[in-house]
């Protein structure tokens, strides 16, 4: 069964950092690309980065870029995300989500998500 | 950046009617491309349609997509209780960002 488990959000003042994590199992992980999406209290989904099986190729969304970093360590079944220079909009669920990587363009698993407070 | 608009922002409907949300993108996307997710409140989104006709696995045959180009549409066939959520379409794999629509509610009516 494939599972996603993030970790490491909390409550963290403007201009701080924090690093999630998502702990891959059920599949194998090194093959496949991963995504981290977020959801706003009330709002809608905004994907925030992508990253492919071998790090090889990495997007952002504009909104977070130069502050966020994605990373992924195989060895691990660890996907993460650093965040910088938070602002009060980057309070959200941030969810780690798994690119099928073959036969179709999706996003097909995600975790349950961890939620990241930005405030003083 | 391609922005993805869905419409209507929120449907009202009752059991057993045909649900019809638009998805219309700002500039043509392949289908190969085009997603579309459930999300139930508290709970993560789940894959419907991927290549903007294909049922992922375990998704009924009530739910179906179709379109090309610009204009897309999920379609449920015969709403079930269980149908009444938060829809969204995604262009996913081509032109990052990835982004998302807004989002259409179905609400029971």
């Known amino acids: 069964e494939v599972q996603l488990v993030e970790s490491g959000g909390g409550l963290v003042q403007p201009g701080g950092s924090l690093r999630l994590s998502c702990a891959a199992s059920?599949?194998?992980?090194?093959?496949?690309?991963m995504n981290w999406v977020r959801q706003a209290p009330g709002r809608g989904l905004e994907w925030v980065s992508y990253?492919?099986?071998?790090?090889?190729?990495?997007y952002y969304a504009d909104s977070v870029k130069g502050r966020f970093t994605i990373s992924r360590d195989n060895a691990k079944n660890s996907l993460y995300l650093q965040m910088n220079s938070l602002r009060d909009e980057d309070t959200a669920v941030y969810y780690c989500?798994?690119?099928?990587?073959?036969?179709?363009?999706?996003?097909?698993?995600w975790g349950q998500g961890t939620l990241v407070t930005v405030s003083s | 950046e391609i922005v993805l608009t869905q419409s209507p922002g929120t449907l009202s409907l009752s059991p057993g009617e045909r649900a019809t949300l638009s998805c219309r993108a700002s500039?043509?996307?392949?289908?190969?491309?085009l997603a579309w997710y459930q999300q139930k409140p508290g709970q993560a989104p789940r894959l419907l349609i991927y290549g903007a006709s294909s049922r992922a696995t375990g998704i009924p045959d009530r739910f179906s997509g179709s379109g090309s180009g610009t204009d897309f549409t999920l379609t449920i066939s015969r709403l079930e209780p269980e149908d009444f959520a938060v829809y969204y379409c995604q262009q996913y794999g081509f032109s990052p960002p990835y982004t998302f629509g807004q989002g259409t509610k179905l609400e029971i009516k």
């Open positions: 059920g599949f194998t992980f090194s093959t496949y690309s």
């Open positions: 500039q043509s996307v392949s289908s190969s491309y």
């Open positions: 990253i492919t099986s071998g790090s090889s190729a990495i």
């Open positions: 989500a798994r690119d099928p990587t073959r036969g179709y363009w999706a996003i097909d698993y």
